[in-house]
């Protein structure tokens, strides 16, 4: 299993990771992307300790503990269904809530 280290204050949190997603992968296979890292939580996550991370450049998934983003100052008030769209390419990052 490989380990990144991410820090993320060295990222910038935005709002269109999702659609860029979309655009790279076609609405249906996004939703897909985004069910199937919600599946990687329900199936090997801890709730309340792990979030779901999807790589927007690969379409690649992940689990990574929150408590991550809590040492980098990020209030995230965690929720079921809750992923983090990850770009390193572009050094940001979008939590993003997807609805059942």
Do not use: C
């Not at 709002?15 to 599946?39: H, M, P, T």
């Not at 309340?48 to 809590?70: D, R, V, Y």
């Amino acid at each position: 299993m490989k380990t990144l280290k991410i820090e993320f204050s060295k990222y910038e949190s935005v709002n269109f990771l999702w659609s860029e997603l979309i655009e790279d992968y076609g609405f249906e296979k996004a939703r897909k992307i985004v069910s199937q890292a919600i599946d990687i939580q329900k199936m090997n996550g801890t709730k309340n300790s792990t979030m779901p991370i999807i790589f927007s450049g690969t379409g690649g998934l992940a689990l990574i503990p929150i408590e991550i983003l809590e040492k980098e100052d990020f209030k995230i008030s965690y929720e079921d269904n809750q992923v983090l769209i990850f770009s390193l390419k572009r050094k940001s990052f979008q939590i993003l809530n997807e609805a059942n």
